[in-house]
């Protein structure tokens, strides 16, 4: 189900020495997904989920940040995806999560207006096997105070979107800690 996307070998210049990676392509229409859906889409990659996945090793990043029309955004080599480095800076109801999309592609946020939200794929794949320095399981290049966000696939039992929690290391659509307030980080396809 998950492996519609292709892979190719990109060869990068990592300071003064050239590094071949692997240039991934993960899904980026929403869904409605099950929680085996997403299980098996874990396996699949080997994305870490402390609790599906522990073992999982996720994917072997390339990150580079970039300052556009002073907004700062990560981008992947690995998957081709631009993200906004800190996201929204304060809670969000998952109803409003794309009115603030939406306010962003009328702003043109760092130049650009196709953003969106997150696939579960997508925000699973920053998902890093253990916890950074900012005490969060994603790369210190992006804020820390973003560390649960929305994404745009819906759970088939109705209970809204699925979230991913940087700082449990996991996905869910319940919540029971911050009564279905997350935060969006925008992405968009390079």
């Known amino acids: ?18 590094t071949r990676i692997a240039v991934i392509q993960l899904r980026k229409q929403a869904l409605t997904l099950t929680t085996k859906n ?13 609790d599906k996945n522990p073992k999982g090793k996720g994917l072997l990043h390339l990150y580079d940040m970039h300052l556009i029309e002073k907004h700062k955004v990560v981008i992947d080599e690995t ?15 998952d109803g409003k999560a ?9 702003k043109c946020f760092a130049g650009y207006s196709d953003w969106r ?4 794929e997508e925000a ?23 560390n649960w966000i929305w994404t745009a696939d819906l ?4 209970n809204g979107p ?19 307030l997350d935060y969006v980080r925008a992405v968009r396809s390079l």
């Open 1 to 18: 189900m998950f492996r519609t996307y292709y892979e190719q070998t990109k060869i990068v210049l990592t300071g003064k020495k050239k």
């Open 117 to 120: 939200l997150p696939t579960l």
């Open 98 to 106: 794309n009115q603030c999309i939406k306010s962003l592609n009328r």
């Open 162 to 180: 699925w979230y991913v929690s940087f700082l449990r290391g996991i996905f869910g659509n319940i919540h029971l800690f911050n009564y279905g």
């Open 38 to 50: 997403i299980v098996d889409m874990i396996l699949e990659y080997d994305f870490f989920d402390a």
């Open 155 to 158: 759970s088939e039992n109705g």
């Open 79 to 93: 998957t081709k995806l631009m993200w906004q480095r800190s996201g929204m800076t304060y809670l969000i109801k």
């Open 124 to 146: 699973m794949s920053l998902l890093e096997c253990q916890k950074k320095v900012n005490g969060l399981y994603i790369d210190p290049l992006f804020d820390k105070e973003q």
